[in-house]
């Protein structure tokens, strides 16, 4: 027994209680002092620190500051900023960046302008920074006009960054961040409403990984990522939009009673499923697996899948139309799956709808196995060919994609390597 009757544990348990996760800086701290000068401590925190068997180099690392906030680390940038607020940082770099070009006789400003320049470019990247976070909350995802107030957002105005009427044409340098060197404010907010409030909102800033961030950027910002349509393409589109709402508008006048799922206000489904097949087959896609909810299946299954009208109608009478196949009426209309061939430019890509319970998506598993299973098939190519040539397409619904449930699963799964 210890003193006062306490076994040798607990003693050591009454002498080290102090280590426990709230004052984990604290100690952190000390320790650093201890490195530093150990006679700056009280003689019983230099005999605990000089007992501990941790290299001190090691120790020295796990104490410094993150890189980007080193003077002598990571340049500053606007993606720092965000995190240390420290956008004067961001200005001495651009000043930086400004006095070499001017050094270089690349920059027609004297010296005595640097400074002005440079305020003006950390102005300008706080704007784009500002309609990077907040440009989607001023979308125009109302077709009707209702909603105004979606367009009164103070923070999104160039008045707010220091710019007026008069700058509205001066250029200014950005160091390629939309993609150009120099940009006059028009410019940017041209490209920065066309990308973030326009028919579609994008939000992306809440990702984590700077490498996926910098490769939506890349692909959505700039003067050259502006959509846009051929005359042809267009009116293809119009074409594959009045079929769906065709489809579902005759469907719902000569079977008003019976049960279908209609496609109705998502029929841009329809061309967006063209384009993903004829992009695919263009890129080298082989084989595309589609698993989807009992919403529209029927308009994929006639527009997309090449399903005949009269086969579809045959079954609304009570028909199958594989009746060699099933015993008895086989199963409901919007459970039923389909496979066929299409073509585009010379591409054929074979198209497999998986047949889906009424477990809605739990269909997603399912295809995805089939998907991989396939893909392993194509022996003679490597692992990233495999997956180019089969690919699975997963169509959910709004609720079923968010929060937990088979969707969620599928994503943790497509993580392992085994799976993926």
């Not at 940009?183 to 800033?205: P, S």
């Not at 196949?325 to 209309?333: A, F, L, R």
Request: glycine share 10%; net charge negative; charged share 25%.
């Amino acid at each position: 027994m210890a003193d006062g009757g306490r076994s040798a544990s607990n003693t050591a348990f009454i002498d080290s209680d102090f280590l426990f996760g709230a004052n984990a800086a604290f100690i952190e701290a000390q320790y650093a002092r201890f490195l530093s000068d150990p006679n700056s401590l009280e003689q019983s925190w230099r005999d605990y620190f000089a007992s501990m068997e941790e290299a001190p180099d090691a120790a020295r690392d796990g104490l410094k500051k993150p890189e980007w906030g080193e003077p002598n680390g990571r340049a500053a940038t606007e993606e720092t900023a965000l995190f240390d607020g420290n956008w004067a940082a961001v200005e001495a770099d651009v000043a930086s960046k400004l006095g070499r070009r001017a050094s270089d006789g690349l920059l027609g400003v004297s010296a005595l302008d640097l400074q002005a320049a440079a305020k003006d470019s950390v102005k300008a990247l706080m704007m784009i920074r500002a309609y990077r976070m907040r440009g989607h909350l001023a979308a125009k995802l109302d077709p009707l006009g209702i909603d105004t107030d979606r367009d009164n957002h103070d923070e999104l105005e160039p008045e707010a960054f220091g710019f007026g009427p008069n700058d509205m044409d001066r250029p200014i340098f950005i160091d390629r961040v939309l993609g150009l060197e120099y940009a006059t404010v028009r410019q940017m907010l041209d490209i920065l409403k066309r990308t973030y409030c326009g028919t579609f909102a994008i939000e992306f800033m809440h990702i984590s990984d700077p490498v996926e961030k910098s490769w939506l950027q890349s692909r959505i910002e700039g003067p050259d990522k502006e959509i846009s349509f051929t005359k042809e393409g267009k009116r293809a589109i119009y074409n594959q939009l009045v079929e769906a709402e065709t489809f579902e508008r005759f469907m719902h006048k000569r079977y008003p009673g019976t049960k279908r799922f209609g496609l109705d206000g998502g029929e841009s489904l329809i061309p967006a499923m063209e384009q993903i097949i004829k992009r695919g087959g263009a890129l080298g896609v082989k084989e595309i697996l589609i698993g989807m909810p009992h919403r529209g299946r029927l308009n994929v299954l006639a527009a997309v899948m090449g399903k005949p009208y009269h086969v579809i109608f045959h079954e609304f009478r009570g028909g199958s139309a594989t009746p060699e196949d099933v015993m008895g009426s086989g199963d409901v209309k919007y459970h039923m799956g389909a496979s066929s061939d299409r073509q585009f430019d010379d591409n054929k890509v074979h198209l497999s709808l998986s047949p889906n319970p009424s477990h809605l998506e739990i269909v997603n598993p399912v295809v995805i196995g089939k998907a991989r299973a396939k893909q392993l098939q194509f022996k003679g190519l490597d692992r990233v060919d495999q997956a180019r040539s089969v690919i699975p397409v997963l169509l959910h619904g709004d609720a079923a994609f968010a929060g937990q449930g088979v969707v969620a699963e599928c994503f943790a799964l497509s993580g392992l390597r085994g799976y993926r």
